[in-house]
């Protein structure tokens, strides 16, 4: 090891690595304020400039961007040995360096005009210049990297395989970068499907598995920070797992799409019980009541604080999760005697704009399903009551988050059967009813091919049906309404949930 540019933007470590690098006759090479830094600190260094014979200009803008150094770093050992003497070029055997804070400044605010002094240009180039060169060159873009290098050069040499993992490490970092820099120009211009979809994510956590025990899985938020994992606080219990975060994130998303007090039980990615109530506990009891099989061992999700109350009958059955924005001091006391309860904090409504799914070999990407209805237009000689408003509404926002087929009943505020994932409408309808018992709003995610639902409703009293409409046989459903009086409304968007 003969030369080292050294060039951070992240100084945690660089003192200490750079006189380690002294100690082992490493020739130092730097510019800026880590020359500057590493200079007050006595370690002998030298500036870029004094190998370039250029000076720092526009800013520092260019200073590292010169063949003298992409020449050493580039350099084959063996092969380029010639034309780097007769240029004078040195060579140059490490690289460190990190980037300008991109990653963070982009969650600031910042107006274009500033944001775009925090894009490097320089530090990109010189670290995959000395990937593509890890034969020869030591790429060092993390400085929790340092301790690695250093165990390694006191054992002789830094071997081929660090020398490898260093360098995919390095591409991982400019991609991610590059990434979060393009994510948000497509933003800025609104060019939402371009032609490569490039989203960075950094990641947070490994997961102890996926959804099944055989399955490894890590947790990846996005660099440009929107969206509620990126914002929301662990107050009480085991770590978080795929499946917890899968179901946390539905949950979050039924009672952030209410103004009025709404409480969510979800088990297995789909609703189980929700309900609106006058407070956090009459909600939470409601949405309880609609499936208390399901619940167990679920998620219960609030829109609004949760008080000591509530955490008292939330602990008397065994759930993985508790979701609300605040928590009482009387209430988080109470749900912390449950050591295992993972209790989130919650600070942000849903707002992604798009969502993704995997296929074997793509992924497939959409807008998030931030719509209810194109208009509400009832199609039967029965008409909706002013008192069923509210409920067809609530309904249909329930339904839009139940996997499909799906169809939920309700009565007064509250959804008192549901019946999500099944194959066929009818089955759905079948399970739904069955459960409610008694109810006063079907609402389902599609429109009706046959009248089925309709008979089927009409058995449990159902006195309206809130659908997207569109089936070439919508008649038949309307005229099953009309014989049994039956309002049906048409909403014209549909909510198929997969």
């Known amino acids: ?32 304020g880590t ?24 800013d520092g803008r260019v200073k590292t961007l010169h063949p003298k150094i992409h020449g050493g770093i580039l350099a084959r050992r063996g092969k380029d040995e010639k034309i780097m003497a007769e240029l004078n070029i040195p060579q140059i055997d490490m690289v460190i360096v990190n980037l300008y804070p991109f990653f963070e400044k982009v969650n600031e605010g910042l107006k274009l005009e500033e944001l775009i002094e925090f894009i490097d240009i320089g530090g990109p180039t010189m670290i995959r210049s000395a990937a593509k060169n890890f034969k020869d060159v030591v790429v060092i873009t993390d400085n929790n990297d340092f301790e690695l290098i250093e165990k390694e050069l006191n054992d002789g ?44 994510y950094e990641k947070k956590i490994n997961l102890r598995y996926g959804e099944n025990p055989h399955q490894s899985a890590a947790f990846y938020t996005k660099t440009i920070k929107n969206g509620i994992f990126n914002n929301f606080e662990q107050l009480n219990g085991k770590p978080l797992s795929y499946n917890n975060l899968r179901d946390a994130d539905i949950a979050w998303k039924v009672v952030s799409s209410f103004e009025e007090i709404v409480c969510c039980g979800l088990k297995h990615n789909t609703p189980c019980g929700v309900a609106k ?4 506990y009459d909600a939470y009891v409601k949405a309880y009541e609609c499936d208390p099989i399901s619940i167990f061992g679920g998620i219960a999700a609030s829109n609004t604080k949760i008080d000591a109350k509530t955490a008292k009958k939330m602990s008397e059955i065994f759930l993985e999760i508790i979701m609300a924005p605040e928590y009482d001091e009387d209430a988080l006391e109470i749900l912390k005697k449950k050591k295992n309860l993972r209790v989130l904090k919650m600070f942000s409504k849903a707002n992604e704009k798009f969502e993704g799914v995997t296929v074997d070999g793509g992924i497939l990407v959409q807008e998030t399903d931030k719509e209810l209805f194109n208009e509400l237009k009832t199609v039967t000689e029965t008409k909706i009551n002013s008192d069923m408003m509210d409920d067809l509404i609530f309904a249909y926002k329930v339904v839009k988050f139940t996997k499909s087929n799906a169809i939920v009943v309700v009565k007064d505020g509250q959804a008192i059967g549901i019946g999500g994932g099944q194959v066929n409408r009818i089955w759905a309808a079948q399970q739904a009813l069955e459960r409610a018992g008694d109810g006063v709003i079907l609402a389902s995610d599609a429109f009706f091919p046959f009248d089925d639902v309709v008979k089927e409703a009409a058995k449990y009293n159902i006195k309206a049906i809130i659908q997207p409409g569109g089936s070439i046989r919508d008649k038949d459903s309307i005229k099953a309404c009309n014989e049994n009086k039956i309002a049906m409304v048409f909403t014209g968007m549909r909510h198929f949930k997969h």
């Open 35 to 58: 020359y500057k830094l590493l200079k007050e600190n006595e370690i002998k260094v030298l500036k870029v400039s004094d190998i370039t014979k250029f000076p720092e200009i526009m």
């Open 1 to 32: 090891m003969k030369r080292a540019l050294i060039s951070t933007y992240y100084k945690d470590g660089i003192i200490e690595f750079s006189k380690f690098l002294e100690s082992k006759g490493v020739e130092i090479l730097s510019t800026g």
């Open 277 to 280: 109530g006058n407070n956090v």
């Open 157 to 200: 040499e830094i071997s081929q395989d660090t020398r490898l993992k260093l360098a995919a490490k390095a591409f991982n970092l400019t991609a991610a970068y590059d990434s979060a820099i393009s994510e948000y120009l497509n933003n800025l211009t609104g060019n939402n499907f371009p032609k490569y979809h490039t989203i960075s």
